[in-house]
């Protein structure tokens, strides 16, 4: 594997105007649901964000980059796509292409929190949705939130495991994007404040090349309202991008994190590429590069994949 930093990679081109090099582009992704991405909204925000560069299209009427900005401002992208369904976001345009994608898994690589879909099976579910609601805001501290939530378990037939995984489901995109990023070459690891249990389930139904996550004690019938210790928090998830990095010989700027909770926020502050997906207010206020609109496939046009490139 190429280190990087060590000469071009085969996925960037460095663009070159005037005699200075131009190091960001902006891509837009639009909800495919909701709208379509004409060439007139393209223009309008190349205008206003003074792209140099003609745009690329990544995939048509979904997905395009602007080249050829001089500054990393998300403001006038956001504002001339007047509240249209379609998310900005920006990123060098040398290394765009990640080495090591570190994800989240509950309401990012599947569409639930899979602590309060468990919690259902009591009689507490509310109150642990509502601790959970709390606890992404980073308005309670998430190891005593977790161990909380658990307590609430105590009991529970470890049945009810398995019968809340039937119903987990995959965000769009998110097959799509742990396969295109592998078949580049980049190590993908699903790093989750969640369980073990679901975690492994979900590592293997997209391909994920590692998983780490807390793990919930039973006495061989039922859970016993505890979760082992260490608990694995916003620290540990920093960590263990660190350390996948370290390992890999990658450059913190070769890293991409995602992720939509306040546990989150240490790892997409310091990737090279953090996105937050579908996030929390105490993270959108944080985090620049933000996918409001789109599935998951926008972590990959972000890094100027182009749809054909897609993998499933």
Same mark, same amino acid.
């Given at each position: 594997m190429r280190a990087f930093g060590q000469g071009p990679e085969p996925d960037f081109t460095n663009r070159i105007l005037e005699g200075r090099v131009l190091p960001y582009v902006l891509t837009l992704v639009a909800a495919r649901d909701a709208t379509v991405l004409t060439q007139p909204m393209i223009d309008r925000v190349r205008d206003a964000v003074g792209g140099s560069l003609t745009p690329r299209i990544l995939s048509p009427g979904e997905a395009a980059d602007i080249p050829g900005l001089p500054t990393d401002d998300l403001a006038k992208a956001r504002a001339a796509l007047e509240s249209a369904p379609v998310d900005a976001l920006i990123s060098r345009e040398r290394g765009r292409r990640r080495r090591l994608l570190v994800a989240d898994m509950d309401s990012t690589i599947v569409t639930s929190e899979t602590l309060d879909e468990l919690a259902a099976h009591t009689g507490f579910g509310e109150?642990?949705? #509502?601790?959970?609601?709390?606890?992404?805001?980073?308005?309670?501290?998430?190891?005593?939130?977790?161990? /909380? @939530?658990? $307590?609430?378990?105590? &009991?529970?037939?470890?049945?009810? *495991?398995?019968?809340?995984?039937?119903h987990v489901e995959l965000t769009p995109g998110a097959r799509t994007l =742990?396969?295109?990023? @592998?078949?580049?070459?980049a190590i993908t690891a699903l790093v989750s404040g969640g369980f073990t249990f679901f975690t492994s389930r979900v590592a293997a139904l997209c391909g994920f090349d590692h998983h780490r996550a807390n793990i919930l004690v039973d006495d061989g019938r039922a859970l016993t309202g505890e979760v082992a210790e260490p608990?694995?928090?916003?620290?540990?998830?920093?960590?263990?991008? @660190?350390? *996948? #990095?370290? #390992?890999? &010989? !990658?450059?913190?700027?070769?890293? !991409?994190?995602?992720?939509?909770?306040?546990?989150? /926020? $240490?790892?997409?502050?310091?990737? &090279? /590429? &953090?996105? #937050?997906?579908?996030?929390?207010? =105490?993270?959108?206020?944080?985090?620049?590069?933000?996918?409001?609109?789109?599935?998951?496939?926008?972590?990959l046009f972000a890094q100027g994949y182009p749809a054909r490139a897609f993998r499933e």
């Open positions: 109150a642990v949705a #509502a601790i959970t609601h709390r606890s992404m805001n980073g308005e309670v501290d998430f190891r005593e939130a977790l161990r /909380l @939530r658990v $307590a609430m378990l105590k &009991g529970l037939d470890l049945a009810a *495991l398995e019968e809340t995984m039937r =742990v396969a295109t990023m @592998r078949a580049g070459g608990i694995l928090g916003q620290d540990t998830k920093l960590h263990t991008m @660190r350390r *996948l #990095a370290k #390992a890999a &010989g !990658l450059h913190r700027t070769a890293t !991409l994190a995602v992720g939509d909770g306040a546990n989150d /926020l $240490a790892m997409l502050r310091e990737a &090279g /590429l &953090g996105i #937050a997906f579908h996030a929390k207010p =105490v993270v959108t206020a944080d985090i620049s590069n933000r996918i409001e609109h789109a599935d998951l496939r926008a972590v």
